[in-house]
């Protein structure tokens, strides 16, 4: 393992994508600490160094990258929780955290954005703030680079939002052709940036590791936990258009535009191994309930 003793804040650092991003980070050898707001032990638990850190506050953000001397942040924004669901709290939150990088020097900023995020129409309110702190971030004048990731992995198994994976089917709100990744992909793409200043200071690189239909999601979860998997909508798509106006447009995107436009061929001339959906299956080894996948005979 190529070891480094640089330090990193990761924003974030108890959500799906902090985690994992953590996980990779630690793994390439980076002092990698975490903010939360109050859920410390889960992070000591996954051997990151915790942060008390209110993400959406300046001062917060300044007292952490100070009590941590990290020069390194990798930095996310979340619309539906911290921002309350208004694009315009969101972009005020995402440029504090750029600016209180800023004021403390920090010399790489790694920002997790979407693919394609200047892409999606006006119902898509779930994305605006996304291009615009990209050009924030670009404008501040602090390195950086940007991660653009497509729908995540973790997306099927998220009981917060009422999808918990159990034994024998795979849910979605989309059963078309759709481009994913993992969240540990992202990490590991962090690491590539991090360690290579060089090639990534000032660029874009979208996080793209499979792509496929939900029949094929379902075949990769039967041959790695050996039992036959249905695929199934989460909800009618007229039930999405009404309900879920914001993602039902997202998904259009996809369903109908055939985006996002990078490809996983792409982005594994970066990341080779990037996981397909049965690698991802076997990574996160379990269902919902805490059940393993792979059943040891
Ligand atoms: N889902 C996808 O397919 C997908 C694809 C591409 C990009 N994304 C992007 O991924 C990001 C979401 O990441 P995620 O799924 O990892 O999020 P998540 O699991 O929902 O985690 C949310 C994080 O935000 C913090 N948080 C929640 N409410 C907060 C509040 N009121 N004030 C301050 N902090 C708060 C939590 O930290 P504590 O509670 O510990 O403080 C937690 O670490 C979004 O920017 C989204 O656009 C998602």
Redo the contacts with the bound molecule.
Sequence with gaps: MNTTTEKILV?????????NVCRALIESGFDVYG?????KK?LVDKGIKPVL????VRSDIEKALQQTGAKKVFA?????????SNADE?IR?GQNAINAAKAAGVDHYIF????DAEFFNEHVK??KA?PILEQYLHDSGIPYSIL?????F??FD?P?NWNPLKKGVVKFLTDKNCKY?A?YDIGRAASICFKNPSDWLGNTLDVIGWQGNLSQVAEALSKVSGIPVKAKLVMPKFLRSLFLKDLHHMFLYYEVEKGPRGTPEDFKKILPDALSAEDWFRFHGQYSNGEKIIVER
């Design positions: 924003l974030n650092a108890t959500g799906k994508a902090g985690g903010t939360t707001r109050a859920n889960s850190c209110n993400y959406t996310m924004t979340d619309y539906f929780g911290a921002a309350k969101e939150q997790m954005s979407v693919a779930h994305l996304k653009r990731p497509c729908a995540f973790e997306n998220d917060s990744c969240t």
